[in-house]
């Protein structure tokens, strides 16, 4: 199990707690994340999205959004395409998943995400469900949530909070702590 500081675990639960309106993360640190496959759309691009495939090159930041196009995912989306060369520096690739479709998905990745990392559907909310991101109080969205799962696939850190703002910075932060980080080889 990778090494994860006792201030992320508790600002996890903090956020976890403090956060209105969705449900909590079941995954733990330290706990296996559900290998899953989905389509997913890069760049307007479609393909077949492999978690197990993807922690094979490194860490992955999981994130699920409600909903494509709304105000704040947007907004979540273009924060992560501004940092995604900070993340491939740690050696991480980033996945967004929300129940949208996949043409959904397809013009997002290309407006919202420009092009620099892929967004995956999940309609049935299978891979939401697995991961607990369900919204409590709107059961057809996805929470806004987030996951750093190590190469192990193990969960490294998690944060939910629906406003999008600080997802990005805390990603990057548990990255930063993973044993490794700064050696890890970039993408």
Not at 20 to 37: E, K, R, V, Y
Not at 110 to 139: H, N, W, Y
């Amino acid at each position: 199990m990778a090494f994860v500081p006792l201030s992320w675990r508790l600002a996890g639960a903090l956020a976890i707690a403090l956060a209105g309106g969705g449900a909590q993360a079941a995954l733990d640190i330290g706990d296996p994340a559900p290998a899953f496959t989905a389509p997913a759309a890069l760049g307007g691009q479609v393909f077949r999205y492999s978690l197990k495939d993807e922690l094979a090159k490194g860490p992955v930041v999981l994130y699920f959004f409600p909903a494509a196009d709304s105000a704040d995912c947007s907004i979540e989306a273009h924060a992560f395409a501004e940092a995604i060369d900070q993340f491939k520096a740690l050696g991480a690739s980033v996945i967004g998943v929300s129940a949208d479709d996949i043409g959904t998905l397809t013009k997002f990745s290309v407006k919202s995400c420009q092009s620099r990392f892929p967004v995956a559907s999940d309609e049935g909310k299978a891979v939401i469900r697995s991961f607990d991101a369900l919204m409590q109080t709107r059961p057809d969205f996805a929470n806004r949530l987030s996951y750093v799962i190590a190469p192990d696939g193990r969960v490294a850190a998690y944060y939910q909070n629906l406003n999008p703002g600080r997802h990005v910075e805390r990603m990057l932060g548990a990255l930063r702590s993973l044993p490794g980080a700064a050696r890890a080889p970039a993408r």
